[in-house]
Every structure is written in C-alpha cells, then in structure tokens.
Nanobody
C-alpha cells in the first residue's frame, strides 16, 4: 500500500486549498479506510477526517463545516477540500490508509495512528 499527497502551499487566511492523495495497492471502495492527518508546529499528529466503507465521513470538530473529504473511485484518488483556512490550520498534512481499521470498523477522525502514511504536504496559512 502506498499513498502520496500533493496540493499543499501557502494561502492567506480565509482562502482555500485542495489536497490530493493518490493511493496504490489499496482500493478506495468496498471495505476501506482512508484518512487525513495533520501535524501542526509544536504539536503531535491529529486526525482531520476519515472516509470509510459505505463512504462514511467523520471529521474533527476543529474542521467541521470548513473541510470536506471526497474521492474519485475511478482514479483511486482521495481529496481534502479546505475552505475558510485559518492560521491554526498551518501544518504538514498526511494521507493515510488502514485496511485493519476498515475491517474492525475503527476508522475515525479521533485517531492519528493509521497503518500506511504518505510523506506529507505542507500547508501554510498566513493571517
């Protein structure tokens, strides 16, 4: 399983960015669990949101109403649309996949520990 993120960059507060995650060796359909995780400066990893079997979505409270996760099953790509960005959203954003979390129905934005994680893409929001 490999996942690779892209789309990060610098934006002013209130702006938008869309991150992409290309998955290989893992189908984004059927029984699956994929997640977005971030690590903000000086803090540990935290879950941002997940999408799992049945296309069930789960978001961290801090991003609800501003971020949305979607996928293109035909291309096996996951997206994170981030709107109304704030300076506290600055950090490294990672895509992750976890087949075992899918099977055990433990795919949640409350988690930050998933089996396979990409290299990350930097998001910087200036106020």
């Amino acid at each position: 399983v490999r996942v690779s993120e892209s789309g990060g960059g610098s934006v002013q507060a209130g702006g938008s960015l869309r991150l992409s995650c290309a998955a290989s060796g893992y189908r984004l359909g059927g029984t699956y669990c994929v997640a977005w995780i971030r690590q903000r400066p000086g803090k540990g990893p935290e879950g941002v949101g997940t999408i799992s079997s049945g296309d069930i979505l789960d978001y961290a409270d801090s991003v609800k109403g501003r971020f949305s996760i979607s996928k293109d099953s035909s291309k096996n790509i996951l997206y994170l649309q981030m709107n109304d960005l704030k300076s506290e959203d600055t950090g490294m954003y990672y895509c992750a996949a976890d087949p075992w979390a899918a099977i055990s129905e433990n795919c949640s934005a409350k988690r930050a520990d998933f089996a396979y994680r990409g290299q990350g893409t930097q998001v910087t929001v200036s106020s």
